[in-house]
Each structure stands twice: as structure tokens, then as C-alpha cells.
């Protein structure tokens, strides 16, 4: 068979792609995790940078609001730190004991036959320790995060030039661009999970289909909403339907996942 070692054919899901964001998404905002980070992050503007603790919290919160995350709000207005000691201050030491493995979600996300790919703000090392923790480490065939947005030059003498870029991230526009070439994603046949509400509106704006996790409402830029990611297969069952003589291929890791769950 053609490109056998490579490829297997099954049939067409109705989207080329599910993109899932990472935190609040993949868990629950119940698991206390993202707490645990906004205080690492009011720490480090303390501890770090030297920034009066009476005005780090609304800090925190505004450069959120207004450059996406708040690590790209301090380096947009000027402060200098590495992005990896920065990480590490505030990822490194979450408690991800907190979270556990995910049987129900892991069974769901392999059983879907169609191409899964993590799209996350955070660092490589945050997000594979979230997927090791939730015993989804093989349920994704790409994944997008900060570095992928944000690529250290591979010449040192470039990282001054790098200190003055604004970080790239969601919600803006430029960090949806940067994950499409990266994973070669057409938006108008992906559907974007994720936990904010400001994230979605832009991915709508560029063509994608809207899932909001953890809300059972619906809103402008939201097409479906889950309040649970373990309500999945209840409001989208058509992500399981599949449509025969398709000439569209899968790879080898997403096509082996699907035929062990037919088997199953």
C-alpha cells in the first residue's frame, strides 16, 4: 500500500482537527492549580523584580487583561528577566500532585479519530508535566506552547534584539497565525477548545469553530459549550461520526489509537 510505513487511510471525521488549550481545560478550574500560579507570579514580581507588593495584585491582574499573559505584560513595559528562570519560578513549583490521572478523558481523546493537538501558552516542561499528570501524554500528536510562539535565537549575540519583541500569545491574532504554519492547521476545519472566553472570540474572528469549556452557556464567538471536557462526546457526537471513500490520511499514532478503541 502506498506510504504504508508511514500512513494509514480512515474515513473522514467532519473537522481536520481538535486544538485543546492545556490549563483549566484538560482539568478543571476546581483542581486549584491556576491559583497556585497566580500566586507564584505576584511572587516573582515581588521577589524578583522588586515591585511594591501593594500594588502587584491589580498589577497582575491589568497586565493580564490588557497583554494576554502577564509574563508579556512586564516584558512589554521593560523589565528584564529570563523567560526560563521566570517559568521556572512559576511553574516549576505548582503542586502538580494535585492533579491526577484522567482515565475517562484519556479514553475520549483516543477514541476520537481525528488529529488532536495542544495549544497552550505555557512552556514545554508546563505542559508535559500537566499531560504526564493526567495520563495524557500520548493522546496528542503535536502541541504548541510558548517556545513554539516564542523561539530563542540560535545565535546568543541575537537575545538583546529578542528582549525588545513583545512575547506572543494568546489572545492575539499573531499567536493563532504562528500556530497554523507551525502545525500546517487549516482554522475553518478545526475545532479550538478552551477555558477563555477572549481566546475563543479571536479564534472564531479567524475562522475557527468554538468550544468553551467550562461553561454551560453560550456567548458571542462560542459555538458549543461543555462544562466539563468530560461532556464531550454527549454535545459533539459528530466528532465520532465518519464519512467512507475518504482520501484523507491520518498518522500512524492517531490511526493505531483508533483501531485500538474499534477493537476495544
Same mark, same amino acid.
Given at each position: 500500500?502506498?506510504?504504508?510505513?508511514?500512513?494509514?487511510?480512515?474515513?473522514?471525521?467532519?473537522? $481536520?482537527?481538535?486544538?485543546?488549550?492545556?490549563?483549566?481545560?484538560?482539568?478543571?478550574?476546581?483542581?486549584?492549580?491556576?491559583? $497556585?500560579? %497566580?500566586? @507564584?507570579?505576584?511572587?516573582?514580581?515581588?521577589?524578583?523584580?522588586?515591585?511594591?507588593?501593594?500594588? +502587584?495584585?491589580?498589577?497582575?491582574?491589568?497586565?493580564?487583561?490588557?497583554?494576554? %499573559?502577564?509574563?508579556? =505584560?512586564?516584558?512589554?513595559?521593560?523589565?528584564?528577566?529570563?523567560?526560563?528562570?521566570?517559568?521556572?519560578? +512559576?511553574?516549576?513549583?505548582?503542586?502538580?500532585?494535585?492533579?491526577?490521572?484522567?482515565?475517562?478523558? #484519556?479514553?475520549?481523546?483516543?477514541?476520537?479519530?481525528?488529529?488532536?493537538?495542544?495549544?497552550?501558552? =505555557? @512552556? $514545554?516542561?508546563?505542559?508535559?508535566?500537566?499531560?504526564?499528570?493526567?495520563?495524557?501524554?500520548?493522546?496528542?500528536?503535536?502541541?504548541?506552547?510558548?517556545? %513554539?510562539? @516564542?523561539?530563542?535565537?540560535?545565535?546568543?549575540?541575537?537575545?538583546?534584539?529578542?528582549?525588545?519583541?513583545?512575547?506572543?500569545?494568546?489572545?492575539?491574532?499573531?499567536?493563532?497565525?504562528?500556530?497554523?504554519?507551525?502545525? !500546517?492547521?487549516?482554522?475553518?476545519?478545526?475545532?479550538?477548545?478552551?477555558?477563555?472566553? #477572549? &481566546?475563543?472570540?479571536?479564534?472564531?474572528?479567524? =475562522?475557527?469553530?468554538?468550544?468553551?469549556?467550562?461553561?454551560?452557556?453560550?456567548?458571542? =464567538?462560542? !459555538?458549543?459549550?461543555?462544562?466539563?471536557?468530560? @461532556?464531550?462526546?454527549?454535545?459533539?457526537?459528530?466528532?465520532?461520526?465518519?464519512?467512507? &471513500?475518504?482520501?484523507?490520511?491520518?498518522?500512524?499514532?492517531?490511526?493505531?489509537?483508533?483501531? %485500538?478503541?474499534?477493537?476495544?
Amino acid at each position: 500500500m502506498e506510504h504504508e510505513d508511514c500512513y494509514k487511510k480512515v474515513s473522514t471525521p467532519k473537522y $481536520e482537527c481538535l486544538l485543546f488549550d492545556v490549563d483549566d481545560t484538560l482539568y478543571p478550574l476546581s483542581s486549584g492549580v491556576s491559583a $497556585e500560579c %497566580t500566586k @507564584n507570579i505576584i511572587e516573582y514580581m515581588i521577589n524578583k523584580l522588586g515591585i511594591e507588593e501593594e500594588k +502587584v495584585p491589580v498589577m497582575c491582574a491589568q497586565l493580564y487583561k490588557e497583554y494576554g %499573559t502577564t509574563m508579556a =505584560g512586564l516584558r512589554a513595559m521593560g523589565y528584564d528577566f529570563d523567560y526560563d528562570e521566570y517559568h521556572s519560578y +512559576v511553574h516549576g513549583r505548582l503542586p502538580y500532585e494535585w492533579l491526577k490521572p484522567d482515565h475517562t478523558l #484519556r479514553s475520549l481523546l483516543l477514541s476520537l479519530p481525528i488529529r488532536k493537538v495542544i495549544f497552550s501558552n =505555557g @512552556n $514545554e516542561a508546563h505542559v508535559a508535566k500537566v499531560l504526564s499528570r493526567l495520563g495524557l501524554e500520548d493522546c496528542f500528536d503535536d502541541v504548541i506552547c510558548f517556545e %513554539t510562539l @516564542n523561539p530563542t535565537p540560535k545565535d546568543k549575540s541575537e537575545n538583546n534584539e529578542l528582549a525588545k519583541v513583545l512575547i506572543v500569545c494568546k489572545p492575539f491574532e499573531n499567536a493563532f497565525e504562528e500556530a497554523f504554519k507551525a502545525t !500546517d492547521i487549516n482554522p475553518k476545519k478545526t475545532l479550538f477548545f478552551d477555558d477563555s472566553i #477572549r &481566546n475563543l472570540q479571536t479564534a472564531k474572528n479567524m =475562522g475557527l469553530h468554538t468550544v468553551w469549556v467550562g461553561s454551560s452557556q453560550r456567548t458571542k =464567538g462560542v !459555538d458549543y459549550s461543555l462544562e466539563s471536557i468530560h @461532556n464531550i462526546k454527549e454535545a459533539l457526537p459528530e466528532l465520532w461520526e465518519v464519512v467512507e &471513500n475518504s482520501d484523507v490520511c491520518y498518522s500512524e499514532k492517531t490511526a493505531a489509537a483508533i483501531e %485500538t478503541c474499534v477493537r476495544a
